[in-house]
């Protein structure tokens, strides 16, 4: 069974987590990544808190079924082989600042002259152009100024940073559509073109309706906890054990809930017989709900609020996430084998499609592929890839330590 991707090249340029997780999807997807790396080799491979086999838990995460190449682009040599690359790939994805990616000769402008078909994907903090395309920017400060702490956190509370790096993730996801979007374009123009994605523009982005809020009747959100400013009950909820969320946005769901709880009389209350009343008694509402679901566990009261289809769940952690039923049978968490670490557990795919077939290979080592991909795909011979490893222009990962 054929992938969607297949046949699609990409150079990989990419760092930390941003880039490399967009690649990561184009990956899942078919695509034959060739994940470029300087001689030190990508930060995330250090064997930090979390590692098997010396190998980071980070890196492992973000980088199967990619090829390792390594190549010093510092060097001109190494430029070269850089451009002999580009000439017979589809895409160069990097997620470098503007100013780094011009001197190492990355750059669109230069790159459309090696290959006027190339798709070259920039993702960077700012974009770019504009007054601040060349500052540093991690998830942090993204979810900071795009508005995200602004909004999360408990109701008079200090900003909280989400928990998912979204300001990260928002990014890759972005780039890797675009990708895919420029890919189809060039099927029917024959055109290549550059993609400028921005991880503050892709941030803005996931405002959606809170600031079309703003900005047709004034709303600043402020962070409500686990609730939601117009939607009640819409949050989380603490019961005998763990936490539970319950989301009720219509009427339906609201009377099922009131008849899961055996609490139907608060239907006719005065204070939540509409939408708009159980946003004005909000309060008084939460703290009726909290005292009934501490009386039961959260296994105890998902039979009922399930029986009754009153849209909830526990709030998992990872462990329970790992181990959900539904989960397991979408193949969302595979098993990996890597030859210097073993099997370890990773998320799969969330893209399901008709015919395509699934394959997950290991996270590579540093340089594994570098010399498959110069003889293969460039037609590079034996005594020319020897001299550039002598020459440090390239590494090989059985050569690492000669």
Known sequence: MASLLSNVRIIDL????AGPYGSLLLADLGAEVIKIEEPAGDFTRIPAQYHMGGIGAYFLAINRSKKSVVIDLTNPRGRDILYDLVRVSDVVFDNLRPTALKKIGADYETLRRVNSKIICCSLSGFGQDGPDRDLPAYDLTIQARGGA??????????????GLPMGDLAGGMFAALAIAAALFDRERTGQGRQLDIS?????????TYMATYHTIGGLIPKPQ??????????????TKDLYLVVACPTEKFWQSLCRAIGREDLTGNPHFQDPLQRIVHREELYHILQEIFLTRTVDEWMEALRREDVPSSPVNTLDR???????????????????A?????????????SGAEEIFHHPPALGEHTEEVLRNFLGYSSQRIEQLTQEKVILQAAKRNA
Do not use: W
Not at 341 to 353: D, E, H, L, T
């Open 321 to 339: 996430v790992m181990a959900d039923p539904q989960l397991l049978h979408r193949h969302m968490v595979v098993e990996v084998e890597h030859p």
């Open 341 to 353: 670490s073993g099997k370890f557990r990773a998320v799969g795919n969330p893209i399901k499609a």
């Open 14 to 17: 990419s760092r930390m987590l």
């Open 199 to 207: 991880l503050l523009d892709c941030q803005v982005s996931l405002l």
């Open 225 to 238: 906890g686990s609730s939601h400013e117009i939607l009640t009950p819409y949050q989380a909820f603490k």
């Open 149 to 162: 702490m602004g909004i999360t956190g408990e109701k008079d509370g200090a900003p909280v940073r989400m």
